[in-house]
């Protein structure tokens, strides 16, 4: 079974400051199967990112996402006050079949 | 507009049973697999289950295995979720979720608003 592992797991930061996030997976992951997704407190999780670097509908372009094999990373270009959430990676594995999220990192103002 | 409504959520005793729903809105609900993601309470998000748009493939964590099952009846564009022997771990909201599948990738792209279950004597 894969496991995900997201760094930091706080981060302090102020608007408009740039912030990349990491998520290690113990195993490698096909890029295609690499997501993100912000959560507020309160809501539901919301899809940012599919197949390691891919924008979902209505994302803003300040959010982006790269990586491969075992390391991925999402970059917000410019923080805005409404981006301090918690962000998880996901991962879905064939073998067996399994879904996994990562621990999360809280993004808080600073 | 897309929209996933879970209900059936509420407080049942240790070793009990519990079936939740999703209705599916504004979209082909039989195209597309979908999941059940749960999160305990100031915890992270935990896959609980998919299953296959046509219902015939599904997989579970293994904390619910054997314990929980999901289906799904298109010709009422509503996902469901029988939880049974349940423990004050499986105390969460539980979330469903659409998973978007592309030739680009995967994700789960339009969430439920979520029901809380709460397992406790």
């Known amino acids: 079974e894969i496991v995900l592992t997201q760094s930091p797991g706080t981060l302090s930061l102020s608007p408009g400051e740039r912030v990349t996030l990491s998520c290690r997976a113990s195993?490698?992951?096909?890029?295609?199967?690499l997501a993100w997704y912000q959560q507020k407190p309160g809501q539901a999780p919301r899809l940012l990112i599919y197949?390691?670097?891919n924008r979902a509908t209505g994302i803003p372009d300040r959010f982006s996402g790269s990586g491969s094999g075992t390391d991925f990373t999402l970059t917000i270009s410019r923080l805005e006050p409404e981006d301090f959430a918690v962000y998880y990676c996901?991962?879905?594995?064939?073998?067996?079949?399994?879904?996994?999220f990562g621990q999360g990192t809280k993004l808080e103002i600073k | 507009e897309v929209q996933l409504v879970e209900s059936g959520g509420g407080l049942v005793q240790p070793g009990g049973s519990l079936r939740l729903s999703c209705a599916g809105s504004?979209?082909?609900?039989?195209?597309?697999?979908m999941h059940w993601v749960r999160q305990a309470p100031g915890k992270g998000l935990d896959f609980v289950s998919v299953?296959?748009?046509?219902?015939?493939?599904?997989y579970y964590a293994n904390s619910v295995k054997g314990r929980f099952t999901i289906s799904r009846d298109n010709s009422k564009n509503t996902l469901y979720l029988q939880m049974g022997s349940l423990r004050p771990e499986d105390t969460a909201v539980y979330y469903c979720?659409?998973?978007?599948?592309?030739?680009?990738?995967?994700?789960?792209?339009?969430w439920g608003q979520g029901t809380l279950v709460t397992v406790s004597s």
């Open positions: 996901q991962q879905y594995d064939n073998s067996p079949p399994m879904y996994t």
């Open positions: 197949g390691a670097s």
């Open positions: 979720a659409r998973n978007l599948v592309t030739d680009k990738g995967r994700g789960l792209d339009y």
């Open positions: 299953i296959s748009s046509q219902g015939g493939t599904t």
């Open positions: 504004g979209y082909t609900f039989s195209s597309y697999p």
């Open positions: 195993q490698s992951v096909s890029i295609s199967y």
